[in-house]
Structure formats: C-alpha cells, structure tokens
C-alpha cells in the first residue's frame, strides 16, 4: 500500500513541476522538461529497486509530463489569440 501512495505522489509532484516550468518559461522547449521527466522515473525506478519496470515508469512519466505541458500550451495559444481577437475590434 505504501508503494502506490508513494508511486502516484510521485507522478503528482512530476505533473505540478511540468507545469509550472512550462508557464513560468513559455520558451523553455518541452522536449528538455521530457527528457528530465523521463530521467527522474529512469532514477526512481533504480531507487525503489525495482528495476523490471523502468520502461514502464519512464513511460509514465512521459505520459503524465506530457499532459500539463500541453494543457498549459493550449491555454497560451488561447490567450493569445484573445488578445489577437481584443485588437482587431
């Protein structure tokens, strides 16, 4: 049971730092935050001993960096162009 709690804080904790890099620092490229991301699960997954799995952690990992840096870019495509649209009226 302890495992999971400490298997999905740490999915969570990935998820808030993915986003807040990619908002803070538009121009930072995402392709970086995912090689990191895929390096902290490579690095989890040695530190719990749980080597069988690294494929699956990193891909993980991936997958759940992956969906707050597109969230994130989605909500500054539309705000820009909301501000797009406020200067041609």
Known sequence: MA???LLYWHFLVIMIVAGIITFLIPK???IVVLIISGLIGFVYSICIDFKDS???FISINLVVTSIPILLI???LFLNRKAEEMEKEV
């Open 28 to 30: 930072f490229p995402s």
């Open 54 to 56: 690294i494929y699956f």
């Open 3 to 5: 495992f999971y709690f």
């Open 73 to 75: 870019r989605y909500l």
